[in-house]
């Protein structure tokens, strides 16, 4: 027998609904069981290589170079939560069950949207 010479993943994507995927090739069989997406793909490969039948999804592509961006994910939340506080807070304070029918000047408005601005620097 040889060896393998490329991959071939095979996942459920969906309930009665499985992949048969090669990326080498971008070939790909669907199937309501497993055996039924590897026997159909099989078919259509036609032994052109040995294969190597992994279960589980392919790995996402990676970029040289490229790195997970955590710390920029981590600010960016805590730009959110500190936001979303001060949000919270100018609703609370400026909601009409509060200041009933008071209204705000322009200059008032300018400086709630300009202290929400802020909280998020």
């Known amino acids: 027998m040889m060896e393998p010479t490329s991959n071939l993943y095979i996942f459920e994507v969906g309930r009665f609904c499985w992949l048969a995927t090669h990326p080498a090739s971008a070939m790909g069989t669907t199937g309501e069981t497993r055996d039924e997406a590897l026997k159909t793909f099989r078919s259509v490969w036609n032994d052109r290589a040995s294969l190597n ?19 920029e994910a981590l600010e960016a939340d805590e730009h959110h939560r500190r936001g979303f506080a001060k949000y919270r807070e100018l609703l609370k304070s400026h909601h ?5 029918k ?20």
């Open 53 to 71: 039948v992994i279960d589980g999804p392919p790995p996402a592509p990676k970029h040289p170079g490229e790195h997970a961006p955590i710390a």
């Open 102 to 121: 008071r209204k705000f000047t322009a200059d008032e408005v300018t400086r709630v949207i300009v202290e929400l601005w802020q909280a998020t620097k």
């Open 96 to 100: 009409a069950d509060v200041v009933g």
